[in-house]
Every structure is written in structure tokens, then in C-alpha cells.
């Protein structure tokens, strides 16, 4: 169903535009970093290629077609917007490898992830591949860095599963929803202080900086 394909992913970033624009009204109050330069509105074209990918010269979300079509698949076009969220506030895309790459992945699922309110990713599109419902589960308990695999999906559970575990424990798992907002807040704030060439051990101190900066 090309409408589907085509206004399922738009009317999905509508909405977590209209969510991101309130929490900045909400929690900036005056200090903090200014994305007031970022135009939230209407940056992505939507079109179908091999992979789901952002690619971040023409500003383009692609959607992959393996398993069920990503375009179906709500966390699918979170996580890739996710990615365009990350590049407009670190002013820059974090690189494409190793642990900066893994870093980006993290992120993006956690906004997917926290937005819906549900730790596992991809669930539509992995009935196609996978028998655990998931294509990646935040909740887990792999550690930095003995966990580390080297591949940048599976290494991005470090972060992603911290982050998850932080939303859990702080908001009496997800109950308290304006602490919810207020956690969501210090990651987005925490992508100021990246710079493309950060690892696992920064990001942490940034989401620390974010933390004390809004709190």
C-alpha cells in the first residue's frame, strides 16, 4: 500500500516533532544550548530503497525493503529520524564506525524506544527474520566494555540498555510521565556535548553535563 509506505513515516515524524518542539518549550527555560536555529519542520523526504538508512548530504530517510516493508514499522521510522535528531543538535553527525557509529545507534533507539514507552525494536519488522520479537531489546545487561562485540548494532545495547535502565528506575518504570520528559530532555541536551569522534565514555559525561545543566 504506497500510502502506507508514504504517509505512515510523516505522520509518525509529525508527531514526535510536535512532541520534541514541547519538551524544548518545556525544559529550555532560558538556558541550555539554543536549537531555535533548527527548523523541526518538514526536513525529510520519504522514499523505499534496499536499506533503512539516513543519509545525511541530502537530508533523505530511506526504508528499507528486507523483512516487512520498515516503512510499516513505527520504531523503524523513529530510530531513522532519531538519527537526523542526533545531526542537527551535535551540529554534525557522529562518525559512521567503530564506537561513535555505535554511540548514534544507541541514541536512536532510545528515543524510538522511549517514545512509545516499549524497550524492543523493530517488533513488526522482525516477525520476517527473527523468533525473539525484537530486532534489538534495550533491557539487557551487557557492560562497557567487556561486551563489546565490535559491531555497532549489537554494541549500541551497551549504551541503549544503560539508558533504558535510567528511564526505568527513574520514572517508576515509565509511570511518571513528566519525568519521563525530564530524563528524555538531559539525552537529547547531552548530543551538545558530543563531537563525531565520541565514544561510550563521553557520551556518559555528557549525559552527566546534560543532567546538571537542566536539573
Not at 29 to 34: N, V, Y
Not at 159 to 182: C, D
Request: net charge negative; hydrophobic share 35%; charged share 25%.
Amino acid at each position: 500500500n504506497t500510502l502506507v509506505e508514504k504517509y505512515g513515516p510523516l505522520y509518525l515524524i509529525e508527531a514526535i516533532l510536535e512532541s520534541g518542539e514541547q519538551l524544548y518549550k518545556e525544559e529550555q527555560k532560558g538556558h541550555g544550548p539554543d536549537f531555535s536555529h533548527y527548523n523541526w519542520s518538514r526536513a525529510q523526504r520519504v522514499h523505499l530503497n534496499n536499506l533503512s538508512q539516513l543519509k545525511t548530504i541530502t537530508k533523505t530517510i530511506y526504508f528499507g525493503l528486507g523483512g516487512v516493508q520498515d516503512a510499516y514499522d513505527a520504531d523503524i521510522i523513529l530510530h531513522e529520524y532519531g538519527h537526523r535528531v542526533e545531526e542537527a543538535l551535535l551540529f554534525d553527525s557522529l562518525d559512521n564506525s567503530g564506537e561513535p557509529s555505535a554511540v548514534s545507534e544507541a541514541v536512536a533507539d532510545y528515543l524510538s524506544a522511549s517514545f512509545f514507552g516499549n524497550d524492543c525494536i523493530g517488533e513488526w519488522d522482525s516477525i520476517a527474520y527473527s523468533s525473539l520479537g525484537c530486532l534489538r531489546k534495550l533491557q539487557n545487561n551487557k557492560k562497557y566494555p567487556i561486551d563489546l562485540v565490535y559491531e555497532v548494532h549489537e554494541d549500541s545495547l551497551i549504551l541503549s540498555g544503560a539508558l533504558w535502565k535510567i528511564r526505568k528506575e527513574l520514572t517508576n518504570n515509565g509511570i511518571n510521565t513528566e519525568l519521563v520528559k525530564k530524563f528524555d530532555s538531559i539525552v537529547l541536551h547531552s548530543l551538545y556535548f558530543l563531537r563525531p569522534q565520541s565514544n561510550f565514555m563521553e557520551a556518559g559525561r555528557a549525559i552527566v553535563q546534560a543532567d546538571k545543566m537542566l536539573t
